[in-house]
Nanobody, 121 residues
Framework: QVQLVESGGGLVQPGGSLRLSCAAS????????MGWYRQAPGKQRDLVAT???????KYAYSVKGRFTISRDNAKNKVYLQMNSLNPADTAVYYC???????????????WGQGAQVTVSS
């Protein structure tokens, strides 16, 4: 069973920084994509950033240039460095892992419990 545990959330002032981390179980050799999503009150859950096993990254336009996703395969962790935070970044941030089933060529999704990030003065 794949488990994801987020940490590093909290309250920061506008312009500040936070670093989220996600500890994942399971094989580091699986074909997988790790990512961060966020959901603000009354809004849908949106993609923030993803990173593949090979290190390829994608970012939402709203966070490009401010956020950086990275992974440490030795520790089986994924990180989200968030800089220049503004109140619009306030949301619950969820760690996500998608694992490819090579037989059916379908993806299985796993989610962490979420970490609250609040940007306020």
């Amino acid at each position: 069973q794949v488990q994801l545990v987020e940490s590093g959330g909290g309250l920061v002032q506008p312009g500040g920084s936070l670093r989220l981390s996600c500890a994942a179980s399971g094989s580091i050799f699986s074909i997988n994509v790790m990512g961060w999503y966020r959901q603000a009150p009354g809004k849908q859950r949106d993609l923030v950033a993803t990173i593949t096993s090979g290190g390829g990254t994608k970012y939402a336009y709203s966070v490009k240039g401010r956020f950086t996703i990275s992974r440490d395969n030795a520790k089986n962790k994924v990180y989200l460095q968030m800089n220049s935070l503004n109140p619009a970044d306030t949301a619950v941030y969820y760690c996500n892992r998608r694992i490819l089933n090579v037989n059916s060529m379908t993806w299985s999704n796993y989610w962490g419990q979420g970490a609250q990030v609040t940007v306020s003065s």
